[in-house]
């Protein structure tokens, strides 16, 4: 009995450290900038709305981080404009800072045409106030499986980056 209580007198501390270490990441909305010649239209900002929450769920599921929920209002009270957190760094970080965030993802979703369109995440290092990396995604289509299928590669890359296991990419 004494054993036993010894060992999880040892591993209890060890259990707290590992859950508190986990990154915190914070998704912000996606935007959607639509250049198409009918623009926003509202099955388009349905599928823009549904990214933040795709990727929310693909970084949650790995079970490495503790996601941090920052609402609309939020986001909106720090946001001067379209694309304002997406290029100011130092406004995405704060916001991060606010919820207690590690990291911030800021992502715009861009449509030229209506063959294909793009997505753009920038992970913010909260602490240092910086861009720490920014990948973009292209996506050939406008369902619900390509849209699922492009957030999920997305976050596999941001997971690795987060981690360590590759550098910014260019």
């Known amino acids: 009995m004494l054993t036993r209580m010894i060992i999880f ?4 501390p060890m259990t707290a450290f590992s859950a508190a270490a986990k990154p915190r990441i914070a998704v912000l909305e996606v935007e959607l900038n639509d250049a ?3 623009a926003n239209t509202p099955a388009e900002q349905q599928r823009t709305a549904s990214m933040r929450r795709l990727l929310e769920r693909a970084l949650a599921q790995s079970g490495q981080y503790e996601m ?3 609402d609309v209002a939020d986001q909106a009270a720090a946001n001067a404009g379209f694309g304002y957190l ?12 606010q919820f207690g965030a590690d990291w911030v993802l800021v992502g715009q979703h861009g449509k030229p045409s209506f063959l294909y369109s793009h997505l753009k995440i920038h992970v ?3 602490k240092s106030r910086t861009l720490a990396a920014r ?9 619900s ?3 699922q299928r492009s957030v999920n590669k997305l976050a596999a890359k941001i997971q690795a980056f987060i981690a ?3 550098a910014m990419p260019e």
Do not use: C, M, P, W
């Open 86 to 97: 997406f290029a100011h760094d130092d406004a995405a970080a704060e916001l991060g800072r």
């Open 68 to 70: 941090i929920a920052i």
């Open 164 to 166: 360590g296991k590759i």
């Open 145 to 147: 499986i390509v849209t």
């Open 135 to 143: 990948y973009s995604i292209e996506l050939k289509g406008n369902n």
């Open 36 to 38: 198409t010649l009918q």
């Open 124 to 126: 913010i290092q909260v």
């Open 9 to 12: 007198s040892i591993l209890l």
